[in-house]
């Protein structure tokens, strides 16, 4: 079985194509520079020459405040991308496993957002996100979108990668403490999809398609999350940690809103696919111990 990855450059697409094989999988991966989404020939080109069972649409716009002024690249690659995928895979009868985001919903309801919930994105990022994902459904019946959650790995730019680097130069660091989330690693999302993958060829069942919920075990803030990053790194850094001070979201203004509320419920893709959450405080810590190694 053959898969192939777009965006493999990025936080989960480096995690999907580390190994060129897994189990009878065999992976090839793009980089952007390898595959522009946005040009359909350039993936029909790529199909029709490695003749993929399946495509997995790693690739995405995730600048969330940088979208507020770039909504046109956004789309770009947000929507028309996933659209330009589906259409190839449609046409050449390989089903598609496609990311999204926590960031298509509002954020106002108080409780583990599932898959019924409806959409509400309030930036350009969630939104083009949104519109990708619709045109998926619309397009190809043989898909799978995982919607996953504040997403951080030792590869690419993330969360964690921010509190080191300001931590090195900033004794106080001020972290917002009303907005509720689950962090996701990025070596956990490749995990899943790999056994959705493992999935697929042995299932005749149609109800397996559709959109799932993903993320880390355990919610927190990103106050939160940035005192176990400290907390955890504290033995390894050669710095003293900063003072992590707590503040409102009205005390730390951003270009794009953000949910209140994050978290996703991953009932569905556990009962249904028999997915493990993994808590992403352990996890946590093993990303901690490469990025500081690798520094
Ligand atoms: N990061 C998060 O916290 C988060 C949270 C929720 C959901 N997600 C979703 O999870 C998925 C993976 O996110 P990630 O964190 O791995 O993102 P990422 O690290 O930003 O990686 C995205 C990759 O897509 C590439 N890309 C951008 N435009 C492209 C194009 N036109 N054609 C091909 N590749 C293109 C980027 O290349 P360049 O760097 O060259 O532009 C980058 O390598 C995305 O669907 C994202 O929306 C992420």
Redesign the pocket.
């Known amino acids: 079985m053959k898969a192939i990855i777009?965006?493999?450059?990025?936080?989960?697409?480096?995690e999907l194509t580390r190994k060129s094989r897994i189990g009878k999988i065999e992976i090839a991966g793009?980089?952007?520079?390898m595959?522009?989404?946005?040009d359909i020939r350039s993936i029909q080109n790529i199909v029709d020459k490695y003749r993929p069972d399946i495509f997995i649409?790693?690739?995405?716009?995730?600048?969330v405040d940088q979208a507020e002024s770039e909504s046109d690249m956004a789309f770009?690659?947000?929507r028309a991308?996933p659209a330009n995928i589906a259409r190839v895979c449609e046409n050449s009868k390989i089903p598609l496993i496609?990311?999204?985001?926590?960031?298509v919903f509002d954020g106002s309801d108080p409780t583990p957002y599932t898959e019924e919930h409806p959409v509400s994105p309030i930036g350009i990022?969630g939104k083009s996100?949104w519109e990708g994902e619709k045109i998926i459904r619309e397009t190809i019946s043989s898909h799978i979108i995982i919607?996953?959650?504040?997403?951080?790995?030792t590869?690419?730019?993330?969360?964690v990668k921010t509190m080191l680097r300001i931590g090195k130069t900033n004794n106080v660091i001020k972290i917002v403490n009303d907005q509720l989330g689950c962090p996701?690693p990025?070596h956990n999302?490749a995990a899943v999809i790999w056994k959705i993958v493992e999935l697929i060829p042995d299932s005749n069942d149609q109800s397996l398609w559709g959109t799932y919920h993903y993320c880390g075990k355990g919610e927190t803030t990103w106050y939160g999350f940035a005192k176990e990053i400290f907390t955890l790194a504290e033995p390894f850094l050669p710095y003293q940690s900063p003072d992590i001070i707590p503040v409102t979201t009205s005390e730390y203004p951003t270009l794009a809103k953000r949910p209140a509320n994050s978290v996703l419920s991953c009932e569905k893709i556990k009962t249904r696919m028999g997915i493990r959450i993994q808590p992403w405080r352990s996890e946590l810590y093993k990303v901690l111990e490469r990025i500081i190694q690798n520094e």
């Open positions: 777009s965006g493999a450059e990025g936080q989960v697409g480096w793009f980089s952007h520079q595959l522009d989404i946005t649409n790693a690739a995405a716009y995730t600048r770009a690659v947000n991308g496609h990311i999204s985001t926590d960031y990022y996100k919607r996953v959650s504040w997403v951080f790995g590869h690419g730019n993330n969360f996701t990025a999302i």
